[in-house]
C-alpha cells in the first residue's frame, strides 16, 4: 500500500506500508518515471533496520551474514509519518516503537536546491532499563527496481568504488547474478552482500557508496555514508525486490554495540541517498553535489581556489629555514598561494619524521632562530605559510609515545602499529596538551594553511566503551571535535584533510575542511586517471592533485602532470630550483590555464569519456574528461593518451545543442586539436601525452 508520496525536486520519497505486518518502507523514485512503477509483490523491508541484544536473530540462513529482518523488527509497532517545514527545507519524520519500549525515529531531510537527500535515526530509551543495541542503519531502501514486475533478470547492477593507497577510486561494476543475488525458487533464503570497512581510515578497501543500477529503465539510486569510522552497507533479498541498507558497521562486521541507558538517546551517521534516470555519474554528481553545503561558510580566500606549493617532494621530509628561504624566493610572483611546510620540522638529531611525531618541538638544528623569521619571509613573498601535523598519533621515537595513560589501548595494552599510537581524544589531558601544541603553534606564528594527516589505522576498535566499536566511534567523534575547536579558534584557518593521501574521502571529513588530498600517487602515470575518479566522491574544488616537476622531465611530461592538476586543485611540488627557463615557462603557462578554468572546476558538471583503464601502474589507452560551467557558456576538456596503442583522432562529444570554439589551449606544442560540428576532435600522437582546452560557446 502506498502510505505517501512526498515530492522532493524532482525526486519521490515514497512510503510504503504492508497493511499486515504494519512495516514501512522507502522507495525512491525519479519524478519522471512515476508513472513506469509496475505491480509487484514482494515484502517491504522496514525503513529501519535495528537489533537489541536478546531479540531474535533473522532466520532464512541469514545468521552471520545479516542482521538486517531481526525479531527486533518484527516487534516494532508504527506510529506515524509527519512532514515538518524547515527554512531550508522539509523534513520528514517516521516513528516506531519497540517491545522493550524505545521511541525510534527515522529522519529523511531535504535541502532546497540539492539533489541528494539525508537520511538517519534516531533512538531513544523509553524504559526503565538499560537496553543494548548490536546493529542500527541510518538508511534503508526497498522495493529494488519498482520498473518490473519480477526480479528483473541481466538489468540490475551494482557499482562501487575500491580504494587501496595510491589506488583511489577504481569502478567495480558487477551485474547482481554476478554475486549471487538472484532469487531462490522460494522465499525462504536469504541472498545478501554485506561490504564495508572497519578502522579509523573510511576509504580503505571500499569507498563508503555505492549505486544500483537498472538497465532497463535507465534509473540509478544513489547512497553515500557520511561516517570517519566503522561503516557497512548491504544488499539484500528474499524475493522479487533487492533492498540496499547501510550506516554503521554493526556487531558482526565491526565489533559495535551501544547501551543506552533510561532516557538516553542515540543518533547514527548521515547517509545521503539519491535517484535519477541516467547512469552512475549522474547520481555521483547529485551525491557529491550536497558537500557544498558545508563550503557555504569557508574561509574567503578559498573563494577562487587558490594553488598550493607543498615542499613535501622538494626535500622528503627535511625542511629547513634555509630551504624554504631558496623556495619560497622562487616562488615569489608565481601567483602561488599557499606555501606548505610538511612533515619533518619537529624531528630531534638522530630521528627519522615518520616516527618522531608527537612531541610537536620545532627543530633546532632545522630552524635555529625557531619558525618566526621564516614564517614572515613567506608572507613578504607574498604567500601564505601553511604547516604539516599528524595530529592523532605518537612515533616510536617521541617523549609521547611512553604516556601510556593517555593514549588508546586494547586489552589494556596501547594499540602500536606501524611504529604510531594514538592519543585517547576522549580524554581531557590529550585536547588541552594539543590546543597548546598545535592551535598555539599556528596562532603563535600566524599559520593561516594546516596540513591534517593520519597514516595508520585503529583496527577494529579500543577500549573505554561498551563493545571496541563504539570505542572507535567515540574516538572519532573526539577527532571531529578538536577539528571544529581548530575552526572556533582560528576561523579563517584553511584546513587540508590528508590520510595516506585519499584514505579519508568521506564526506564528514570533508566537510570539515578545505579540501582533501586525492592521493599520495604523486609522481606516477596513474595520477589523471585517480583524479577523474575523485570526481564521482568529493567536489573538485576540494580535490587536491599533485603535479611534482623534475629537473629531467620533458615538456611532455611536464604537461602530462600539470593537466592532472585541472581535474581538482593544483598542488605544486618538486625541484623548482632546478628547472631550465623554457620548463618554466611552461609551469607558468598551466598556472594562468587553471587560474583561467578554475570557475569551471568550482562549479560544473563532469563527463568521462574513453576505454575502461585496466592497469592502473601500466595504463593503456586514453581519457578524456569534460566539464562544462554551471550555464553552459563555458567548457574545459583535459585529454591524456596511455601507453599502448591510441586511436589516431580521440572524439569527444560535447554538451547540448550549443556551438563551441577553442578559446584557450595547454599542451606541449604537438597537440592538433579543432571542433568539428557537436565534436572536439584531437590527435596526440605520442603516449603519456597531454592536452587541456577551455572552449566558449559561440
Known amino acids: 500500500m502506498i502510505w505517501k508520496d512526498h515530492t522532493f525536486g524532482d525526486m519521490i520519497a515514497r512510503y510504503v506500508k504492508d497493511e499486515h505486518t504494519e512495516q ?10 512515476v508513472s513506469q512503477v509496475c505491480p509487484k509483490k514482494f515484502k517491504i523491508d522496514s525503513l529501519v533496520q535495528l537489533k537489541f541484544i536478546g531479540d531474535a536473530y533473522p532466520g532464512a540462513f541469514a545468521h552471520g551474514h545479516s542482521m538486517r529482518g531481526s525479531g527486533t523488527i518484527d516487534g516494532l509497532k508504527f506510529g506515524e509519518i ?35 537527500l539525508e537520511s538517519y535515526t534516531v533512538i531513544r530509551n523509553d524504559s526503565e532499563v538499560p537496553v543494548t543495541l548490536e546493529m542500527l542503519s541510518s538508511f534503508s531502501i526497498t522495493g529494488l527496481t519498482p520498473f518490473a514486475e519480477d526480479d528483473a533478470p541481466e538489468t540490475l547492477f551494482l557499482h562501487r568504488l575500491l580504494s587501496s593507497w ?19 525458487w522460494a522465499p525462504f533464503g536469504t541472498r545478501c552482500l554485506r561490504f564495508g570497512q572497519v578502522g579509523s581510515m573510511p576509504v580503505r578497501g571500499y569507498f563508503p557508496v555505492a549505486f544500483m543500477e537498472d538497465t532497463g529503465s535507465g534509473v540509478t539510486w544513489g547512497v553515500q555514508i557520511a561516517h570517519p ?7 539484500g533479498r528474499t524475493d522479487q525486490a533487492l533492498s540496499m541498507s547501510g550506516g554503521l558497521a554493526d556487531r558482526e562486521f565491526g565489533h559495535w554495540t551501544k547501551t543506552l541507558e533510561p532516557g538516553e538517546t542515540f543518533q547514527t551517521p548521515s547517509a545521503y541517498l539519491t535517484t535519477v534516470a541516467g547512469g552512475v555519474d549522474r547520481a555521483a554528481a547529485r551525491l557529491t553535489g550536497i558537500q557544498a553545503r558545508s563550503l557555504l561558510h569557508g574561509p574567503a580566500v578559498e573563494e577562487d581556489l587558490p594553488i598550493i606549493f607543498n615542499e613535501y617532494c622538494t626535500t622528503w621530509g627535511s625542511p629547513t629555514a634555509e630551504n624554504l628561504h631558496q623556495i619560497a624566493e622562487q616562488l615569489k610572483d608565481k601567483g602561488i598561494r599557499y606555501l606548505v611546510i610538511d612533515s619533518g620540522w619537529y624531528k630531534k638529531e638522530g630521528t627519522n619524521w615518520y616516527n618522531s611525531m608527537g612531541d610537536w618541538d620545532i627543530s633546532p638544528i632545522a630552524f635555529p632562530e625557531g619558525f618566526k623569521p621564516t614564517v614572515e619571509h613567506i608572507r613578504k613573498c607574498g604567500m601564505i605559510p601553511g604547516i604539516w601535523f599528524e595530529i592523532e598519533v605518537c612515533g616510536a621515537e617521541s617523549t609521547a609515545f611512553h604516556w601510556v595513560d593517555h593514549l588508546l589501548k586494547r ?42 594527516d593520519y597514516n595508520d589505522s585503529l583496527g577494529i576498535g ?20 578538536f577539528f571544529r575547536l581548530i575552526k572556533q579558534e582560528v576561523p579563517d584557518l584553511v584546513i587540508e584533510n590528508c590520510a595516506s593521501g585519499g584514505h579519508r574521502l568521506e564526506p564528514t571529513m570533508v566537510g570539515l575542511t578545505s579540501m582533501s588530498s586525492f592521493s599520495d600517487a604523486h609522481e606516477c602515470e596513474e595520477i589523471p586517471i ?28 611536464l604537461v602530462y602532470s600539470l593537466a592532472s592538476t585541472m581535474l581538482g586543485r593544483m598542488c605544486l611540488s618538486g625541484d623548482i630550483h632546478e628547472l631550465n627557463p623554457e620548463q618554466w615557462s611552461k609551469v607558468d603557462e598551466a598556472i594562468s590555464f587553471y587560474k583561467l578554468v578554475s570557475p569551471i572546476i568550482k562549479e560544473g558538471t563532469t563527463n568521462r569519456f574513453g576505454p575502461r ?30 601507453g599502448g596503442d591510441n586511436p589516431e583522432l580521440i572524439r569527444l562529444p560535447l554538451p547540448g545543442a550549443g556551438h563551441y570554439q577553442i578559446k584557450q589551449v595547454f599542451s606541449d606544442g604537438n597537440a592538433d586539436v579543432n571542433v568539428e560540428g557537436s565534436e572536439l576532435i584531437c590527435r596526440l600522437s605520442q603516449p603519456f601525452s597531454a592536452v587541456c582546452l577551455l572552449l566558449t560557446e559561440m
Not at 519497540?98 to 541528494?116: F, K, V
Not at 577504481?170 to 549471487?180: H, M
Not at 592551535?439 to 596540513?451: A, M, T, V
Open 82 to 116: 509527519r512532514e515538518i517545514g524547515r527554512d531550508d527545507g522539509t523534513t520528514v519524520v517516521t516513528e516506531w516503537r519497540s517491545s522493550n519500549s524505545c521511541r525510534i525515529e527515522h529522519h529523511l531531510l531535504h535541502y532546497e536546491g540539492y539533489h541528494a
Open 613 to 642: 583503464v585496466p592497469s592502473y601502474r601500466h595504463p593503456r589507452g586514453w581519457q578524456g574528461i569534460t566539464r562544462t560551467s554551471a550555464d553552459g557558456s563555458q567548457l574545459m576538456a583535459v585529454i591524456h593518451t596511455f
Open 411 to 452: 586489552d589494556g595494552l596501547p594499540i602500536t602499529t606501524g611504529g604510531r599510537r594514538f592519543w585517547d581524544f576522549r580524554d581531557p589531558f590529550v585536547f588541552a596538551y594539543l590546543k597548546e601544541k598545535v592551535i598555539g603553534l599556528i596562532k603563535h606564528h600566524g599559520f593561516g594553511y594546516l596540513k591534517i
Open 166 to 184: 595510491s589506488a583511489e577510486g577504481r569502478l567495480v561494476s558487477s551485474a547482481i547474478e554476478d554475486l549471487n543475488l538472484e532469487p531462490a
Open 229 to 235: 569510522a566503522s561503516w557497512q552497507i548491504e544488499v
Open 530 to 557: 585517480i583524479a577523474a575518479n575523485m570526481h564521482r566522491v568529493i567536489l573538485p574544488r576540494q580535490s587536491q592533485i599533485w603535479a611534482v616537476l623534475r629537473k629531467n622531465d620533458s615538456l611532455q611530461r
Open 24 to 33: 514501512v518502507g522507502l522507495m525512491l523514485l525519479p519524478q519522471t518515471t
Open 462 to 481: 579500543c577500549d573505554g566503551a561498551e563493545s571496541l566499536g563504539e570505542g572507535l566511534r567515540q574516538q572519532m567523534q573526539a577527532v571531529q571535535d
